[in-house]
């Protein structure tokens, strides 16, 4: 089993909102950070958002930020996406991911810990 399992993805309209959850199985969330990464049909996988373990500071890609909400639940080791205002330019696998670290990072090279993914249609 992968150490991130990533669900909550599917087909929505535009304008409509997703939720995504990122579950962590070996490990406890409460010392990692947790980053969301998505990569669309065609293009390199990018950054969209991340919390660090230190008062849950959230960082957000200008692409998504006041639509899309990060938070994390440490009783469930769990990490939410919360997606509003969805547009088509946001079809995309979405990913989890954790650093060896609580402090967010940027670069896809810098985590340690992938899911699977958890594809995301935005679409009329």
């Known amino acids: 089993q992968l150490p991130l399992v990533e669900s909550g993805g599917g087909l929505v309209q535009p304008g409509g909102s997703l939720r995504l959850s990122c579950v962590a199985s070996?490990?406890?969330?409460?010392?990692?950070?947790i980053g969301w990464f998505r990569q669309a049909p065609g293009k390199e996988r990018e950054w969209v958002s991340c919390?660090?373990?230190?008062?849950?500071?959230?960082n957000y890609a200008d692409s998504v930020k006041g639509r899309f909400t990060i938070s994390r639940d440490n009783a469930e080791n769990t990490v939410y996406l919360q997606m509003n205002s969805l547009k088509p330019e946001d079809t995309a696998v979405y990913y989890c991911?954790?650093?060896?670290?609580?402090?967010?990072?940027?670069?896809?090279?810098?985590?340690?810990?992938w899911g699977q993914g958890t594809q995301v249609t935005v679409s009329s």
């Open positions: 991911a954790a650093p060896l670290s609580g402090v967010c990072v940027l670069y896809e090279h810098e985590y340690h810990y």
């Open positions: 070996r490990f406890s969330l409460d010392y990692y950070a």
């Open positions: 919390i660090s373990i230190h008062n849950n500071r959230a």
